[in-house]
């Protein structure tokens, strides 16, 4: 790094540790370390300011896409595969943000770009290999583009002639030479290859149910490499915002729910899934992120809690599945977090003793949020742990309620005693150790039987 991106970083970076201090946490969706990210994990109008020159605003950002390109890659080491370029639309310029390095961005496109011309742009995506895609939604095409050495040029565009032409796309994404795109006006997604020939058509009619207006859609295949489950789907937000639909297209199979679900005003908007194909969905008329499993079980509504994480009409959403960072584009800014998990509603009743069999039992529920490695142990009022239910236990995310029992030798002495219930969970990926939880019950007493 030369000098002069040296200065800039270390005087971004006072500036940043100003506006931070006490700054927000979270737990399902956390905030990176200052060493990590020196601060930086909200940017809003003084960063842009400062990185554009006072060149550039924040007006109406929509979709956002993170990627680690093939010709950014090191492949002789693993310090930079955190490493991530990552792509804004400001709908209100008609451009591109997105960053050359931690101290330089770059700006793209525009309403009389140079380049290319963007006309109510609403989501954009791409693969490694450089390739990237802009739903276009005002001039009814999308526009392929390609990344190379920190520049963006333009590559062509994808629209139909005559009366099977796109109209409005509002959602797009691209795996395996393929182009996933959200023909919203005419109630279908068209596949095509990324020189635009058309491969197939899915909808309006979908195994008796009818796609109306899709506007947002990502997928989760096989090629992606970093998915735990087999199960490969594409997940669509249709019906003005008021449906989630999973869709199989190798089985057939779909699932939908609405949004009146959640017994809200508001809507759907952008939508993303990670490792383990939970799928996270923007609300930006109630400032939270809906966060459901991959059978779409609804799991926890993020930003509500008043002493943690709250956003600003969060829109657009991107998540690097290999490490869990995840991006969002808000009314004026950008946000960034890991995955993480919590541990919500923690209760524990029951404790017993079975001297005859020479166990411990107890009831315990709880809500957890993310896949994670969990610890279950009773610890004294000095905070020692005397015995666990669990230890390194993969748990998937969801409610748990059950009654937990071990062999307990010694048991005569925890009769004697003042216990607490611990549960301790950490993510199976971010950083464990920075995002582990630890929830304690209330004092217990334990009964013999």
Not at 127 to 146: E, Q, S, Y
Not at 262 to 281: A, E, M
Request: a negative charge.
């Amino acid at each position: 790094m030369r000098l002069k991106e040296l200065v800039l970083l270390l005087m971004l970076s006072l500036a940043v540790l100003v506006l931070t201090m006490g700054g927000e946490s979270g737990s399902t969706l956390a905030v990176p370390p200052w060493t990590h990210c020196f601060g930086m994990h909200k940017i809003t109008q003084f960063h842009l300011d400062i990185y554009s020159g006072y060149m550039e605003k924040f007006s109406d950002p929509q979709g956002i896409f993170c990627i680690k390109f093939e010709s950014k890659d090191d492949s002789t080491s693993r310090n930079d595969d955190d490493k991530l370029t990552v792509f804004g639309l400001n709908r209100g310029n008609n451009d591109i943000i997105y960053n050359r390095s931690l101290t330089s961005i770059g700006i793209a496109g525009g309403e009389n770009g140079a380049d290319f011309s963007l006309n109510n742009p609403r989501d954009i995506c791409g693969d490694p290999g450089g390739d990237l895609f802009v739903a276009d939604t005002g001039n009814d095409r999308v526009v392929h583009l390609r990344y190379k050495d920190d520049q963006i040029q333009y590559a062509g565009e994808i629209c139909f002639p005559g009366e099977d032409t796109l109209s409005e796309p509002m959602g797009v994404d691209a795996c395996n030479g393929l182009v996933y795109i959200a023909d919203t006006g005419n109630d279908r997604i068209i596949v095509t290859r990324y020189d635009g020939t058309p491969v197939k058509v899915i909808g309006p009619d979908v195994s008796g149910n009818r796609i109306f207006r899709p506007s947002s859609l990502r997928l989760a295949v096989e090629e992606d490499g970093w998915l735990y489950y087999g199960d490969y789907f594409m997940a669509v937000i249709d019906s003005f915002g008021q449906r989630l639909w999973k869709i199989n297209e190798k089985s057939g199979k779909i699932q939908i729910i609405r949004y009146n679900m959640q017994g809200l005003q508001g809507h759907f908007d952008h939508l993303d899934s990670d490792y383990y194909s939970n799928i996270y969905v923007t609300d930006p008329d109630n400032d939270i992120i809906h966060k459901y499993d991959r059978n779409l079980r609804f799991i926890v509504a993020i930003g509500k809690d008043p002493d943690g994480l709250s956003f600003d009409e969060p829109r657009g959403i991107s998540i690097f599945r290999r490490f869990g960072q995840l991006f969002i584009t808000e009314r004026k800014g950008v946000r960034y977090f890991w995955v993480g998990t919590d541990i919500l509603d923690f209760k524990a009743s029951g404790l017993r003793l079975y001297g005859e069999e020479k166990k411990c039992g107890v009831q315990v529920s709880f809500l957890l949020t993310e896949h994670s490695m969990l610890d279950i142990y009773l610890e004294d009022k000095d905070g020692k742990p005397v015995l666990y239910f669990m230890k390194d236990y993969l748990l998937p995310e969801g409610r748990f309620v059950k009654t937990l029992e071990v062999q307990c030798q010694g048991h005569e002495m925890l009769a004697k005693c003042k216990l607490n219930l611990v549960a301790l969970a950490k993510p199976t990926y971010s950083s464990g150790d920075y995002l582990q939880i630890c929830r304690k019950s209330d004092p217990l007493t334990a009964s013999m039987r």
